[in-house]
Antibody
Framework: EVQVVESGGGLVQPGGSLRLSCAAS????????MTWVRQAPGKGLEWVSA????????YHADSVKGRFTISRDNSKNTLYLQMNSLRAEDTAIYYC??????????????WGQGTLVTVSS | DIQMTQSPSSLSASVGDRVTITCRAS??????LAWYQQKPGRVPQLLIY???TLQSGVPSRFSGSGSGTDFTLTISSLQPEDVATYYC?????????FGQGTKLEIK
């Protein structure tokens, strides 16, 4: 069964840092792009970051560019999101999702259960 | 950046009704469009990709159409379990923008 499971969320102060992890199983991890999508409480979906299967191509939304970094360790079947300089508006459930192909320009499926990040003093 | 606009933002329909949700891209995106369903308290799930291809396991009452800038998601006969928020998303190139969502309720 294809599965992705996020971890690493929690409460952090404004200006702080957090690293999210996404453990993948049930598929050849290095053959698929991966992505992060977030959803603020009661709001819609916002794409955050994406990375190709080998990690040679990465993309970030303007709202997180320069603060968040996506990475992956294909030997560990794990995707990461390093989040620095966190702001209150970064408070959201962060979902990890598998891309439809090695390349980034594809749909997302499946999604993990999400991990909640709360930025507050 | 290309903007994705869904309409309506919410709708209420009766069981058995035919329901249509529209998604418009501010620039052409060919057929690089996906639809997701998010039931209350649940994780988003892929319904349709490439504008009209039904994801495996999705009931056949769901269908998608369109290309370029105008797309539709249609539920041919609304069922109680279809209560959810539906999102369109472009994936032709980054940023992979979502529409604002359409909340579907049963009348």
């Amino acid at each position: 069964e294809v599965q992705v499971v996020e971890s690493g969320g929690g409460l952090v102060q404004p200006g702080g840092s957090l690293r999210l992890s996404c453990a993948a199983s049930g598929f050849t991890f290095s053959s698929y792009a991966m992505t992060w999508v977030r959803q603020a409480p009661g709001k819609g979906l916002e794409w955050v970051s994406a990375m190709s299967g080998s990690g040679d191509r990465t993309y970030h939304a303007d709202s997180v560019k320069g603060r968040f970094t996506i990475s992956r360790d294909n030997s560990k079947n794990t995707l990461y999101l390093q989040m620095n300089s966190l702001r209150a508006e970064d408070t959201a459930i962060y979902y990890c999702a598998k891309g439809g192909s090695y390349y980034v320009d594809y749909w997302f499926d499946p999604w993990g259960q999400g991990t909640l990040v709360t930025v507050s003093s | 950046d290309i903007q994705m606009t869904q309409s309506p933002s919410s709708l209420s329909a009766s069981v058995g009704d035919r329901v249509t949700i529209t998604c418009r891209a501010s620039q052409g995106i060919n057929y690089y469009l996906a639809w997701y369903q998010q039931k209350p308290g649940r994780v988003p799930q892929l319904l349709i990709y490439a504008a009209s291809t039904l994801q495996s396991g999705v009931p056949s009452r769901f269908s998608g159409s369109g290309s370029g800038t105008d797309f539709t998601l249609t539920i041919s006969s609304l069922q109680p379990e279809d209560v959810a928020t539906y999102y369109c998303q472009k994936y032709n190139s980054a940023p992979y923008t979502f529409g604002q969502g359409t909340k579907l309720e049963i009348k």
